[in-house]
């Protein structure tokens, strides 16, 4: 009978929580109250989030969503000193869109730091900083450098999309920073690493101080970063592009001696200048108005560069900040609170000098005049190449984060329960500033390279005897750099600024609290409710000489737009079952979330989340979750601009995908000859056939086009998991996560190589028609890439986590961490109906990645030691058929593998990084360490398109890195 009246008690219980479900439509959000009460210590809280003004409580191994968090203990056991760096360290992290070693990068965003969940984007990734959100750029990047490490208390990642709770950009997770705050006295840290090849060093100190009373409390600090840059040409891992075994095959074939053929020859006769020295560009060449001194055709390889010798491996930044944040009760139920922060990052990159022709901007040609003073063929126009290796490219970036934000919060109670509400303004505002040297003023250039004469006192003047032109300096363009003077150098060279701000002012109230107890102590129903109203606003705007096309700069044109949301949310808490027996605890979470943008409609969300513990000891949780990110003011109205991709052509009998029939046949199709050696070869700017995959084009393309009628991104995420704690083993906990996303409509900035890809392999005549090809020499030209709603992402996989508090022994504390990602798919689609690519397995996209760790701690010392393993993967070969050059498994093939037959699987790779920490007699403490203990160094690979000079994974290390910190507390 009892049994029978347990039964019946639990069929009650749920008829009426889900009557209740039922009654109140649209329902709530997580809380973990119960949970909280359950184990306090356990118990953490995810601060008040803007979007919505939820305060969602979650103590990771007891909450319906997973969550992870990294406390500042973590992060002073890692050595670094970069959010973004802590952030990569992440299983669930993918590759970088924007690295340290993307120097060739031309994007804004380029010198700050990102975190790419689940390899969804950077951009579907909503960061928060104390709750609000955060700045982010014209393309909806956060950059994560502009916030110091040293302020940080800790960072929650809730690691499934949120967009319900949060609204736009939170489809992959959410990443939300805690800064310090209530903070009594004074502290002081230090940090210096470098290298162990003597370069990449890196600084960190901050100064905080803190008073927290009865009433009040305030918080100052300031802190100060530098990371110095990696030369590539200290390392042969990066001084040659695809690396020390295929040296020459990464060198430009614009060097930097004069080359030129003229225009009156019909066969284009090719003359180079004689010099001395090769492809290091260290030489003297010969005297450059005698026709004699010049040699026909390129020679392979000593008229050749390897642009690497003047490029940064990794670039370096400088950032400074300040940070105050205060509080005061103005009595017992309203708390006025205000936060206020600014920080500056200064960037420099520096590119091999700007490898010029006639044609570097089809639209504005430049010729050697047949009256110049230093043509070789006098009266004869030329036609020109020559890298200038004595100018090289530098860009210097100054970004500058503004915030504010201010509110009133308080409580009420409402009969038994207790009642919490907010109001607050947050405002947020990005400037970036870049000044350019390098590249080359056209209308300067034309003019330098015009009718000159050797004057009366014997100096080369521009113009002519009858008409000499003032303020003109003539220019030995042919003659090398050694004929280079620097009054020549200045002349032509162009520099320029361009500046973009984002600009974001949000209003927000929230109001939040229990609404009433549930039956038979299941607890108490719970809601959240509130309107936000958020306006964006931003711009661009390019160096007004090289938007129109009068340097040898990428042109672009001016970004300007806005717009605005509105959006209103609710969320309802139902506990269901307590302490019964199979169901120790049951509740489940809904939100809903409805946003009206200005410029595109309206959208609504919901997520749903339950949390079941059958017995104390374990936890069976599960979320489904709708999202949607919006297009951002880059997406909707970007100007576009010129680039020059590398890219690999399909149709390379050496290095393109003619081992495939679909492949073989539409090339053949466009004329192109698919004989093995002897048929159509992708050149390079001397017409030669290039010597490796992924070369850099030779004419412009065109990208980054807006487009007003884009449409949101729509996703469906789905977790199911199980924490497990055995109470028989104290301090033990296992976790198990299976996640699903799928993206829809996604927003897509395309590349060369996926354009020429979908034409050729998959047959889809949107991107046929993206693109054509020279008549004469076959060569693609004039191929656009812009922005489009097209085709989907999903991905899926498990996450395995293990934590295990050893009990304390007279040997020290020891804590083992293990934490792991396996990928099971990455699939992504160009357009509904067009076949899925499974990326898993394929660089960027390894099945396996994992940290382990072991903590030890007896009385003042501790220790640490961590190992960080990234998963085997197929990278495409460099050759193959014709020969077979580093390809272990030759016969692969797959529709998902788009480097045609052949693959190079490369092995797994495991980093191992110790410290060791000391606390001092005078509440300080100092650390030492080092990261990539043996050494290892990260393998070439030909598919990487992360780093610009040699192909190496930018997330890896370099080689060992050493660094001490110090930290006094006043």
Same mark, same amino acid.
């Given at each position: 009978?009892?049994?029978?009246?347990?039964?019946?008690?639990?069929?009650?219980?749920?008829?009426?929580?889900?009557?209740?479900?039922?009654?109140?439509?649209?329902?709530?959000?997580?809380?973990?109250?119960?949970?909280?009460? +359950?184990?306090?210590?356990?118990?953490?809280?995810?601060?008040?989030?803007?979007?919505?003004?939820?305060?969602?409580?979650?103590?990771?191994?007891?909450?319906?969503?997973?969550?992870?968090?990294?406390?500042?203990?973590?992060?002073?056991?890692?050595?670094?000193?970069?959010?973004?760096?802590?952030?990569?360290?992440?299983?669930?992290?993918?590759?970088?869109?924007?690295?340290?070693?993307?120097?060739?990068?031309?994007?804004?965003?380029?010198?700050?730091?990102?975190?790419?969940?689940?390899?969804?984007?950077?951009?579907?990734?909503?960061?928060?900083?104390?709750?609000?959100?955060?700045?982010?750029?014209?393309?909806?990047?956060?950059?994560?450098?502009?916030?110091?490490?040293?302020?940080?208390?800790?960072?929650?990642?809730?690691?499934?999309?949120?967009?319900?709770?949060? =609204?736009?950009?939170?489809?992959?997770?959410?990443?939300?920073?805690?800064?310090?705050?209530?903070?009594?006295?004074?502290?002081?840290?230090?940090?210096?690493?470098?290298?162990?090849?003597?370069?990449?060093?890196?600084?960190?100190?901050?100064?905080?101080? =803190?008073?927290?009373?009865?009433?009040?409390?305030?918080?100052?600090?300031?802190?100060?970063?530098?990371?110095?840059?990696?030369?590539?040409?200290?390392?042969?891992? *990066?001084?040659?592009? @695809?690396?020390?075994?295929?040296?020459?095959?990464?060198?430009?074939?614009?060097?930097?001696?004069?080359?030129?053929?003229?225009?009156?020859?019909?066969?284009?006769?090719?003359?180079?200048?004689?010099?001395?020295?090769?492809?290091?560009?260290?030489?003297?060449?010969?005297?450059?108005?005698?026709?004699?001194?010049?040699?026909?055709?390129?020679?392979?390889?000593?008229?050749?560069?390897?642009?690497?010798?003047?490029?940064?491996?990794?670039?370096?930044?400088?950032?400074?900040?300040?940070?105050?944040?205060?509080?005061?009760?103005?009595?017992?139920?309203?708390?006025?609170?205000?936060?206020?922060?600014?920080?500056?990052?200064?960037?420099?990159?520096?590119?091999?000098?700007?490898?010029?022709?006639?044609?570097?901007?089809?639209?504005?040609?430049?010729?050697?005049?047949?009256?110049?003073?230093?043509?070789?063929?006098?009266?004869?126009?030329?036609?020109?190449?020559?890298?200038?290796?004595?100018?090289?490219?530098?860009?210097?970036?100054?970004?500058?984060?503004?915030?504010?934000?201010?509110?009133?919060?308080?409580?009420?109670?409402?009969?038994?329960?207790?009642?919490?509400?907010?109001?607050?303004?947050?405002?947020?505002?990005?400037?970036?500033?870049?000044?350019?040297?390098?590249?080359?003023?056209?209308?300067?250039?034309?003019?330098?390279?015009?009718?000159?004469?050797?004057?009366?006192?014997?100096?080369?003047?521009?113009?002519?005897?009858?008409?000499?032109?003032?303020?003109?300096?003539?220019?030995?363009?042919?003659?090398?750099?050694?004929?280079?003077?620097?009054?020549?150098?200045?002349?032509?060279?162009?520099?320029?600024?361009?500046?973009?701000?984002?600009?974001?002012?949000?209003?927000?109230?929230?109001?939040?609290?229990?609404?009433?107890?549930?039956?038979?102590?299941?607890?108490?129903?719970?809601?959240?409710?509130?309107?936000?109203?958020?306006?964006?606003?931003?711009?661009?705007?390019?160096?007004?000489?090289?938007?129109?096309?009068?340097?040898?700069?990428?042109?672009?044109?001016?970004?300007?737009?806005?717009?605005?949301?509105?959006?209103? @949310?609710?969320?309802?808490?139902?506990?269901?079952?307590?302490?019964?027996?199979?169901?120790?605890?049951?509740?489940?979470?809904?939100?809903?979330?409805?946003?009206?943008?200005?410029?595109?409609?309206?959208?609504?969300?919901?997520?749903?989340?339950?949390?079941?513990?059958?017995?104390?000891?374990?936890?069976?949780?599960?979320?489904?979750?709708?999202?949607? $990110?919006?297009?951002?003011?880059?997406?909707?109205?970007?100007?576009?601009?010129?680039?020059?991709?590398?890219?690999?052509?399909?149709?390379?009998?050496?290095?393109?995908?003619?081992?495939? +029939? *679909?492949?073989?046949?539409?090339?053949?199709?466009?004329?192109?000859?698919?004989?093995?050696?002897?048929?159509?070869?992708?050149?390079?700017?001397?017409?030669?056939?290039?010597?490796?995959?992924?070369?850099?084009?030779?004419?412009?393309?065109?990208?980054?086009?807006?487009?007003?009628?884009?449409?949101?991104?729509?996703?469906?995420?789905?977790?199911?998991?199980?924490?497990?704690?055995?109470?028989?083993?104290?301090?033990?906990?296992?976790?198990?996560?299976?996640?699903?996303?799928?993206?829809?409509?996604?927003?897509?900035?395309?590349?060369?190589?996926?354009?020429?890809?979908?034409?050729?392999?998959?047959?889809?005549?949107?991107?046929?028609?993206?693109?054509? $090809?020279?008549?004469?020499?076959?060569?693609?030209?004039?191929?656009?890439?812009?922005?489009?709603?097209?085709?989907?992402?999903?991905?899926?996989?498990?996450?395995?986590?293990?934590?295990?508090?050893?009990?304390?022994?007279?040997?020290?504390?020891?804590?083992?961490?293990?934490?792991?990602?396996?990928?099971?798919?990455?699939?992504?689609?160009?357009?509904?109906?067009?076949?899925?690519?499974?990326?898993?397995?394929?660089?960027?996209?390894?099945?396996?990645?994992?940290?382990?760790?072991?903590?030890?701690?007896?009385?003042?010392?501790?220790?640490?030691?961590?190992?960080?393993?990234?998963?085997?993967?197929?990278?495409?070969?460099?050759?193959?058929?014709?020969?077979?050059?580093?390809?272990?498994?030759?016969?692969?093939?797959?529709?998902?593998?788009?480097?045609?037959?052949?693959?190079?699987?490369?092995?797994?790779?495991?980093?191992?990084?110790?410290?060791?920490?000391?606390?001092?007699?005078?509440?300080?403490?100092?650390?030492?360490?080092?990261?990539?203990?043996?050494?290892?160094?990260?393998?070439?690979?030909?598919?990487?398109?992360?780093?610009? *000079?040699?192909?190496?994974?930018?997330?890896?290390?370099?080689? $060992?890195?050493?660094?001490?910190?110090?930290?006094?507390?006043?």
């Amino acid at each position: 009978m009892k049994l029978l009246d347990n039964k019946l008690t639990v069929a009650v219980r749920l008829a009426l929580s889900l009557g209740a479900l039922v009654a109140t439509g649209t329902v709530f959000a997580q809380d973990a109250s119960s949970s909280d009460q +359950a184990n306090p210590q356990s118990a953490k809280k995810l601060e008040t989030v803007t979007v919505t003004g939820s305060r969602i409580r979650s103590a990771d191994i007891e909450t319906a969503q997973p969550v992870a968090t990294i406390t500042q203990a973590d992060i002073q056991k890692t050595g670094l000193v970069n959010v973004g760096d802590i952030l990569q360290n992440l299983t669930i992290a993918g590759q970088p869109t924007f690295s340290k070693a993307s120097v060739l990068l031309a994007n804004t965003e380029e010198g700050g730091q990102y975190v790419n969940l689940y390899n969804l984007g950077e951009q579907r990734v909503l960061i928060l900083v104390n709750g609000k959100r955060w700045m982010t750029s014209l393309a909806g990047f956060t950059d994560l450098s502009t916030i110091p490490a040293a302020l940080i208390d800790h960072i929650d990642v809730l690691k499934d999309g949120a967009s319900a709770v949060y =609204g736009s950009d939170a489809i992959s997770g959410v990443v939300n920073i805690i800064l310090k705050d209530h903070y009594n006295g004074a502290e002081f840290s230090g940090s210096v690493g470098q290298n162990q090849k003597g370069d990449g060093t890196q600084q960190a100190y901050s100064f905080t101080v =803190g008073s927290t009373g009865d009433k009040s409390s305030v918080v100052f600090s300031a802190s100060y970063n530098k990371t110095d840059p990696v030369w590539a040409n200290e390392r042969d891992l *990066t001084d040659f592009t @695809y690396g020390p075994d295929h040296k020459t095959d990464s060198l430009s074939a614009t060097g930097p001696w004069g080359r030129f053929y003229s225009l009156n020859d019909p066969n284009q006769t090719t003359y180079v200048l004689n010099h001395t020295g090769s492809w290091n560009g260290i030489g003297v060449g010969a005297d450059a108005t005698q026709l004699s001194n010049y040699h026909q055709g390129v020679n392979q390889y000593d008229d050749y560069f390897n642009p690497s010798e003047e490029m940064m491996a990794q670039l370096g930044s400088e950032l400074k900040s300040i940070f105050t944040q205060a509080s005061y009760n103005l009595n017992d139920y309203v708390t006025f609170k205000a936060t206020g922060m600014y920080s500056e990052r200064n960037s420099t990159t520096q590119t091999a000098g700007y490898p010029l022709n006639s044609l570097s901007q089809p639209g504005f040609p430049v010729y050697i005049s047949g009256q110049s003073y230093y043509n070789p063929m006098p009266g004869q126009d030329l036609f020109f190449y020559r890298r200038l290796v004595e100018l090289p490219r530098v860009s210097n970036e100054s970004a500058k984060s503004y915030h504010f934000d201010a509110g009133f919060e308080g409580s009420f109670d409402v009969g038994s329960h207790t009642w919490n509400w907010d109001t607050a303004f947050d405002y947020n505002k990005f400037d970036v500033s870049t000044v350019g040297t390098g590249n080359l003023n056209l209308f300067n250039l034309q003019k330098a390279l015009g009718p000159s004469f050797m004057n009366s006192a014997g100096v080369v003047q521009c113009g002519t005897a009858a008409a000499p032109i003032a303020n003109c300096v003539p220019f030995n363009i042919l003659g090398g750099p050694s004929a280079s003077t620097a009054a020549a150098l200045s002349y032509i060279d162009a520099l320029e600024q361009s500046n973009q701000e984002s600009l974001t002012k949000d209003y927000t109230a929230n109001i939040t609290g229990g609404l009433f107890d549930m039956p038979w102590g299941a607890g108490t129903l719970s809601f959240a409710a509130g309107y936000e109203h958020r306006q964006i606003s931003g711009y661009d705007h390019p160096d007004e000489l090289a938007s129109a096309g009068y340097t040898t700069d990428l042109a672009a044109n001016p970004t300007v737009g806005n717009y605005h949301t509105d959006e209103v @949310y609710v969320e309802f808490n139902i506990p269901v079952l307590k302490d019964l027996p199979g169901a120790k605890e049951l509740s489940f979470d809904v939100a809903s979330r409805y946003s009206h943008y200005n410029n595109f409609g309206s959208t609504t969300n919901n997520k749903y989340s339950f949390l079941w513990k059958p017995i104390d000891d374990l936890i069976v949780r599960g979320t489904f979750a709708h999202g949607f $990110r919006a297009p951002t003011l880059a997406d909707t109205f970007g100007g576009g601009s010129q680039t020059f991709d590398y890219y690999t052509d399909p149709c390379d009998v050496q290095f393109g995908s003619t081992t495939n +029939a *679909t492949v073989a046949a539409n090339c053949r199709k466009a004329g192109l000859s698919t004989t093995p050696v002897t048929g159509f070869h992708q050149t390079d700017a001397a017409g030669n056939n290039v010597t490796g995959p992924d070369s850099q084009g030779t004419t412009p393309f065109y990208t980054g086009f807006g487009n007003s009628s884009l449409q949101p991104e729509y996703s469906l995420s789905r977790t199911a998991g199980l924490v497990y704690s055995p109470g028989y083993v104290p301090g033990l906990d296992f976790t198990l996560d299976y996640y699903k996303i799928l993206v829809r409509n996604v927003i897509t900035a395309i590349s060369a190589d996926y354009v020429l890809d979908q034409c050729y392999q998959y047959n889809v005549q949107f991107y046929c028609n993206s693109f054509s $090809r020279d008549p004469a020499t076959g060569q693609v030209i004039g191929l656009e890439r812009g922005n489009a709603n097209l085709g989907s992402l999903s991905t899926s996989g498990f996450t395995f986590g293990v934590n295990y508090h050893l009990p304390e022994t007279s040997f020290g504390k020891f804590t083992f961490t293990f934490d792991t990602n396996y990928l099971k798919n990455y699939i992504q689609t160009s357009q509904p109906g067009a076949p899925g690519q499974d990326l898993a397995g394929q660089f960027g996209f390894p099945h396996f990645r994992a940290n382990a760790g072991v903590d030890w701690q007896l009385g003042d010392w501790g220790a640490t030691w961590d190992l960080r393993y990234y998963g085997e993967f197929k990278d495409e070969c460099w050759s193959n058929p014709s020969p077979v050059i580093e390809c272990n498994e030759p016969n692969y093939n797959n529709s998902s593998w788009t480097y045609g037959q052949g693959a190079n699987r490369k092995g797994a790779i495991v980093y191992n990084d110790a410290q060791v920490r000391y606390q001092l007699p005078w509440n300080g403490s100092i650390a030492v360490g080092a990261r990539d203990i043996f050494d290892k160094h990260p393998p070439i690979v030909y598919s990487s398109a992360g780093s610009s *000079t040699g192909l190496v994974d930018p997330t890896l290390d370099l080689g $060992r890195y050493f660094y001490v910190q110090y930290n006094q507390k006043f």
